[in-house]
């Protein structure tokens, strides 16, 4: 195949590719996100829509470049030119394309992820306890008090669903934490989750809160939010962490605030 001919290739190749992003139906047809039940879940997509739009712009942007020169170069006696400046200047213009790719996108992510992770949650939030380890979730509620009892690792006993390691005899205010094998919030309250792992890395992921966040031994993270719908999702794990990880689920339930009070009460008696 001649250089010209492959040129003229690559540029319809490369257009061609660029319909789906430029109609915004790179999710495919009949393909769409799912449904957003979150505060912040608008600024997600619309950061995913930018990635797409940016990253779509810059491969065909390079893939142009790259049918010129073969163009310009392909196709003479078998004799191929070198890039102007020689590689030196090649090597310089993609890191700096590249370079102002990644800076763009960390500006355009700034609002959207800032809003989870750089500010903190108000001071009504809803603070719970979340634990992970193989291969199922727990949250834990603070009890009338609104105090939460000392964790004691060695003290854990899953079988008999001490699965915080908690100390009641001796920590008064781990006398009524509730321990629930499913997140059950209220909506339109802020949530501040307190993530820690019990063994293995882990993942906290709902994609209908457009939020997925890593457990990490060793550390506790944090991060909130606010669900805006009454309904029931499924939480996933997507950190490979051993044999029952395809398993391993949990449910958020968010119920209208009414109902979680109940629901609240209920676990206290």
């Not at 590719?17 to 608008?42: K, Q, W």
């Not at 355009?108 to 809803?126: H, R």
């Not at 908690?166 to 802020?190: F, G, H, Q, Y």
Request: aromatic share 10%; hydrophobic share 45%.
């Amino acid at each position: 195949m001649g250089g010209k001919l492959f040129a003229v290739i690559l540029v319809v190749i490369a257009l061609a590719s660029a319909v789906p992003i430029v109609s915004h139906t790179f999710m495919g047809a009949n393909v769409s996100l799912p449904e957003d039940i979150s505060t912040h879940g608008h600024d997600i997509d619309k950061q995913l829509d930018e990635t797409m739009i940016e990253a779509g712009l810059s491969f065909l942007a390079a893939q142009l470049v790259l049918a010129f020169f073969v163009f310009q170069s392909g196709g003479r006696n078998g004799v191929l030119k070198n890039f102007p400046g020689g590689a030196k200047y090649l090597v310089v213009a993609a890191v700096l394309l590249v370079g102002a790719e990644a800076i763009a996108l960390g500006a355009m992510g700034t609002k959207a992820w800032g809003k989870v992770y750089f500010e903190p949650a108000s001071a009504d939030a809803l603070p719970i306890q979340a634990q992970a380890g193989q291969f199922a979730f727990y949250f834990r509620y603070a009890g009338p008090d609104g105090k939460f009892g000392v964790l004691h690792p060695e003290k854990i006993d899953e079988g008999n669903s001490n699965f915080f390691g908690l100390d009641p005899e001796n920590d008064i205010p781990a006398r009524d934490d509730i321990t629930s094998a499913e997140l059950v919030i209220p909506a339109n309250k802020e949530v501040h989750l307190m993530l820690h792992a019990k063994d293995v890395g882990h993942s906290f992921y709902v994609r209908e809160l457009r939020i997925q966040q890593d457990f990490v031994p060793g550390l506790d993270l944090s991060l909130h939010f606010t669900a805006t719908k009454v309904g029931k999702y499924e939480i996933v794990c997507t950190q490979l962490c051993g044999l029952g990880h395809y398993n391993m689920k949990a449910y958020l339930n968010v119920m209208s605030q009414d109902d979680f009070d109940k629901w609240l009460k209920a676990q206290s008696n």
